[in-house]
């Protein structure tokens, strides 16, 4: 699908699209690791890195409510099997009630695709996995991650292509995060236990440190007067053609589809248009 025409569609940025100005640290801040040695002398780039002693992590410097933010990422290369670089929205009142946008990048054996985990939590519940495949090794350049949150919906787009999408359906009884500000959070973490393969493909320490980088972070809350057009509108027929694209090809694991799971009937929002 043409990058630059869905984007256009929905008002979005592509790879290469995204201009951020400044420095990546005036958006976000290091919580844990390297501090400010995680940060580029230019400013442009922060790196995350983990060994056996130690993850790392950031946080945007600002809360909020609906959004659209693009950050560009670079991988973990070679053997990140165990590794999980996520980036996520999420709401910092009490925990029962969270609200999270979940973007977890799970790492592999070298060769092997990356698995992009999604899920939504609203009001303290999640259990709307999805999981993707990427078209492209996200170890070799920066590609551009973006979730768009409005009043309406949440997309989830990967260089500038949607590849999840789910509606605001609160007037039929689903939760959906709407009422909470939420910070953008990334951190690099060890996960074996679940990750890779279902936890079977152990992180392999003498490959360490292990190193996701991050560049062109940009959010527009969508109260702002900047906020691009097409913002906060559904997207049209060639935006569904593109994400149906991605679902088609990539997606490949869907909680709406697991019978196993759902043995009495799916959850309803997956029957809702």
Known sequence: MACALVALVLGLCCVGGARATGRIDEGLEVMWGDGPRSVS???????????????SGWRSKNTYLFARVDLQIKLVANNSAGTVPPCYFMSEGEWDIHDEVDLEFLGNVTGQPYTLHTNVFA?????????????FDPTTDFHTYSIVWTSQ????????????????HADKGIAYPSSQRMRLYGSLWNADDWATQGGRV?????????????RNFTAT???????????????????????????????????????????????PECSMP
């Not at 002398?41 to 993850?55: K, Y």
């Not at 519940?125 to 993707?132: A, D, L, N, P």
């Open 202 to 214: 152990k992180t392999d320490w003498s490959q360490a440190p292990f190193v996701a980088r991050y």
């Open 153 to 168: 919906h949440i997309l989830v787009l990967v260089d500038g292509t949607p590849i999840r999408e789910m509606k605001n």
């Open 41 to 55: 002398p230019d400013g442009q780039v922060m790196a995350l890195s983990l060994d056996h002693t130690s993850g």
């Open 123 to 135: 009001n303290g519940t999640g259990g709307k996995e999805q999981q993707f495949h990427l078209w």
């Open 221 to 267: 809350e969508a109260a702002s007067s900047s906020s691009p057009a097409g913002y906060d509108q559904q997207m049209d027929a060639t935006a569904q053609q593109a994400m149906k694209w991605a679902r088609d090809n990539y997606m490949v694991y869907d909680y709406c589809a697991d019978s196993k799971r759902f043995p009495q009937g799916f959850p």
